[in-house]
């Protein structure tokens, strides 16, 4: 790890301000992902700006009838709030899907969207890795790669996002608002968060330095049956191998959004018009255009496997 | 003592502490936090400062330079200790990966450097500064490739182990009904919680380790040819082990590099091995490939049995031998068991719990299950039916006591093994397939000499010194029942002292061998205090009993205490009598998954083990033992893998994250039977060892019981969603 400083933020505005001015400063929220990173030297802030004081961690009722989740929300209170759990519950089984009980406990709303990817390469910071030095080479394209991605992937890179949160934000609409050094606010459809590697795959959202998430706005509730399953190795405690978030209605429409195998939580809208065709269809419209590897081909027909089960259980 | 031929009745037939249930005497300090561990002896010596340990980039070819200047004069650093500085250190013997010294490079994460600072952060920080470029070398990374250039060119086996007995190749041939199958087993790693980590201190020439070690008097023979000094000059002390599993019968880098950081800084120093090194840089188990082929009867009677196993290693190293209980487990007059080891440049793979049969029971209990299936018979009848009279492997040799059969019938009955149906695919529960399966296991029962020395003081108290170690195994608890049973007082009277090179030597903890080898030592040495209090008082040590705390011949009765101080010391050995008997330790294993039809996943919902392994000394911690062992070998089954980058020749998931091992949402029930036996070949007590056992067999009662849920057989482990839904029936 690296020497650096660190300062508690009093307000959004200040700590996107401070953190605009200094190059090498990065905001903390609960550290799971960023402090990891930074034993490992993946991750070199000079400067670190805690945002742990500021007054985001409420869930809030909006005009529209949807829901306002403030950046510091904890992923244990996110999951268990009773309106979440009536109207969202994608969110709340996705939320549960992920980490530990101890790390979803300090886990943020705003944290875990930034959360970074898991590719082992990635985390050997002996290997060749275009996300963590650009221009190095990808070790993980024609390596172990058997986690990684199989769609909207590039040749620079082939990670995922590895979270499970935004796989169900990514179904229920939900629009990512933020705050910028110079007071101004936005309001980003989590469909458009998240870029696609490129040839710049150390660049991984639109936000720009300095940019504070303040919080995340659901839409008012969808109705519908919620699902999210998630396909892992062992029972809990893993990331997704494939993870599938659905909403579907009592005449068979919806929508789907897949884990585990893009950089961004993969939702296409062909994909949802399908869905009365059943999975086959639905996979063959989210996965067009896949590049897969011999170890993780698996993916697709696992991510239709999982959705025929959801499917399914959605009929009986 | 020695143990020249096998017991009658003993005390232990009638013993009131030996064999009961009994809370494990550490226990309290274990969950209190107050059993310390390697790195948190703090009090041990003052000024103790830390060192960060550099791995290798690269898995082959050496150094060309090293630059650590940056390093040196970082904040808090006072010594860099660089393997281009040192020359290369003596060998351990019993390792074939050298530890440290010298720019060459034999695998992936191998120790280049140490980093000594006053902070462990400044350690680390200063680490990653060392600046170091490579003269890489080609590798040969892949166990497949070696073992199919083996098949055309002998001379890529560089050591067999092969078994013959009768003429296999005719008896298979003619054979009407034939099994011939082969399966792969991955890299596997420890992962045991507690990483390797020592602190050391040096008194002029005297060093003293604190550290995490499973084999303390190995330990200390290692550090004295590493380091080339006299043996005599060294302590080791390892009174709490998270864990080892084979991992840490060895002293790793972190003891070594300790030493010669503590030296250089002139400082105590303390290192634990980073886990992400643990992995590439110590030892693993060897992935394996292996062919069975059994030829039987149309009524499942065995004629041939052959198997065969290839694993591959640094050179000089070890091989897996996967065939090892195939020797032991079914009657097949014509049989060949053999293990070839070829070469690799992968880290170095040893010992890890049950080495060879763990791995072994993946191929040979699913390849009898397929040869039941073949049959049409019950899996576990065709075990019966195949039970074998002597050593199949070497028919003149006895077993010394054996209850296979048994564990299969107690294990049916308990499991309720008559509701299993056996066309596979037939039992849906939702979107559950459900199914059962068997197998048996077999594990060696190794015996190791072992001393202690046991003393009563002046209050009638008894203290036992050896230098056996507790892994987490429960080794306190059963040497604390021995001496108290031996010497007649209550448990609570009775103080261990484990895991301190300057104690007795003992056989240690390793293959299975710690319970039964380390109790009959303090057996030993309690039967010469007995005789020494005995004489004492004037009685006649035949006649005179201990009970109560109260020593009594005819009509005198003395209080213990009155013998004390008194110390006596003695170790167990024991005669050729035992090489006319196979010992070894029993086992039915039973599994009941559930596999979701459209995901794959594998859940397990009940799991049994029965057991016949002689006395049991502690049920409660004994259970403990098996119980673990179950969990590691669903691991072997389901999830755990050192995946291997063939370019780049390393273990690719080198953390907890990526290397994964169960938790407890896998598993629901675990059960475990004891048999009441009895063997009194091995050792007084007539007990042996569990800790191995329970790793043997599970894992393939699980594979079989996917196989009765699913009708899909996947030969190549772990057995994991991919594998499994490329063939199990399209569910769109
Ligand atoms: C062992 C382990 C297992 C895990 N398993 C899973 C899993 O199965 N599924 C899953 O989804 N996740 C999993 N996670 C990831 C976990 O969900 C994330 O680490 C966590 O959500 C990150 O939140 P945080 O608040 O701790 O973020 P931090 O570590 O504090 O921050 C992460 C990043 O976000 C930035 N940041 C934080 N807050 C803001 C903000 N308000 N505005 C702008 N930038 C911000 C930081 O600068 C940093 O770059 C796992 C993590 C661990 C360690
Ligand atoms: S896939 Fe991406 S993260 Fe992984 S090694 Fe390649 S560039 Fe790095």
Redesign the pocket.
Known sequence: MRSFTYERATSPQQAAAIVAERKGAKFLAGGTNLLDLMKLEIETPTHLVDVQDLDLDMIEETAEGGLRIGALVSNTALSADPRVMRDYAVLSRAVQAGASGQLRNKATTGGNLLQR?R?P??YDTN??????SPGSG????AGY?RQ??VVGISE????TYPGDMAVALAVLDAVVETIRPDGTSRSIPLGDFHLL?GDT?DKETVLEHGELITGVVLPKPPGGQHYYHKVRDRASYAFALVSVAAVLQPDGTGRVAFGGVAPRPWRKDEADAALTQGAKAVVEQAFAGSATRDDNKYKIALAERTLAGILAEARS | MKYEAPVGKTIFDDAKIVGKSTRRIDGPLKTSGMAPYAYERHDVASGQVYGYIVGSAIAKGRIASMDLEEARSAPGVLAVIAATETDPLGSSNFNTAPLFGGPEITHYHQAIACVVAETFEQARAAAALIRTTYDRDEGEYSLSRTVEQAASDTSKIVSENVVRNGDFESAFAAAAVQIDQTYTTPDESHAMMEPFATIAAWEGDKLTLWTSNQMIAWGRAAMASILRMPKENIRLDSPYLGGGFGGKLWVRVDAVLAALAAKAAGRPVKIMMQRALTYNNATHRHATIQRVRIGADKNGKIAAIAHECWSGNLTGGMDENGAAQTRALYAGPDNLTASYLTELDLPEANAMRAPGEAPGHLAIEVAMDELAEQLGMDPIELRILNEPETLPSNPSIKFSDRHLVECLRVGAESFGWANRKSRPGTVREGRWMVGMGVAAGYRGALIMKSGARVSIDARGKISVETDMTDIGTGSYTIIAQTAAECMGVALEDVSVDLGDSRSPVSAGSGGQWGAASSTAGVYAACVELRRMVTEKFGYDPETASFADGMVRDANVVRALSEAGPLSAEDTMTYGDFQKEYDMGTYASHFAEVAVDAYTGEVRIRRMLAVCDAGRILNPLTARSQVIGAMVMAAGAALTEELAVDKRFGFFVNHDMAGYEVPVHADIGQQSVIFLDTLDGVIAPLKAKGVGELGICGPGAAIANAIYNATGVRVRDYPITVDKLIAEMPDVA
Do not use: H
């Open positions: 990817t590719c390469y990635f290997m060749p890795c275009n996300k963590r990808c070790a993980a394209s790669s990684l991605g620079d890179c082939i990670a590697w795959p």
